[in-house]
């Protein structure tokens, strides 16, 4: 089990000397294209209340008020400088409708019961607690609320399993990779009693990737 307040201190270190550079970055497209396709998975209307955790610069966030027209989106991040980065990009008549806070994954600064969606993209490997995680977020859903979650898929590929083991190690804030039988079991030990994979397939030459073994997984908290 990984440690976490030193995984917590190394994620915020990582993701602190990103942000100032984060939106530019070659794969940043990809890390659209994902949070869209995550995204995609929900039943969204104008009353809409979505958390974005591990928002990162905002973009789901801003792009679920602006041009998905929801009631209220939230992110969180466990950097500042992200949050920070975030909060900068925030203009106009989605100001009202848009909130960022610092905060880690398995200590979401909201009460229960608070969103009808929560979204997590590409941060679910980070988390040195993921149960609790998975935990956090069934609480802050309303009955009934969907739960989306996209991560990589090292049971696809060879290539997505060495990268996974060679990041355990070159990255401290690195937890793993899950297999997707072994993300399924989490939700289901978090509470989910049916969770879905609706996607796991391999992306080619797509947004800066060569190459990504993907897999989205949804939830609803039961009545």
Not at 59 to 79: H, M, P
Not at 123 to 137: D, G, K, N, R
Not at 140 to 160: M, R, W
Request: glycine share 8%; hydrophobic share 40%.
């Amino acid at each position: 089990m990984a440690d976490k307040s030193y995984t917590d201190q190394k994620n915020q270190e990582f993701f602190d000397n990103w942000a100032t550079k984060y939106d530019g970055f070659k794969i940043s497209p990809w890390f659209q294209y994902t949070q869209k396709l995550a995204i995609e998975q929900f039943t969204l209307g104008a009353t809409s209340r979505v958390l974005d955790i591990g928002c990162g610069t905002g973009f789901a966030v801003t792009y679920l008020a602006s041009v998905l027209g929801v009631e209220k989106a939230c992110g969180i991040d466990i950097s500042d400088k992200m949050v920070a980065k975030a909060q900068e990009k925030v203009l106009g008549e989605i100001k009202q409708k848009v909130e960022f806070r610092q905060a880690a994954a398995d200590c979401i600064p909201y009460p229960s019961g608070s969103f009808g969606h929560v979204l997590c993209t590409n941060s679910f490997h980070h988390y040195p607690h993921p149960i609790e995680a998975l935990q956090e977020m069934r609480r802050v859903l309303t009955p009934g609320g969907e739960l989306v979650i996209f991560e990589n898929a090292p049971d696809l590929s060879l290539y997505t399993w060495a990268w996974d083991r060679l990041l355990r190690i070159i990255e401290k804030g690195h937890v793993r990779y899950y297999t997707s039988h072994a993300l399924g079991k989490l939700f289901k030990q978090a509470g989910f009693e049916n969770p879905q994979l609706r996607v796991l397939r391999n992306e080619f030459m797509k947004y800066g990737k060569l190459f990504a073994s993907i897999q989205v997984w949804y939830a609803r908290k039961e009545s």
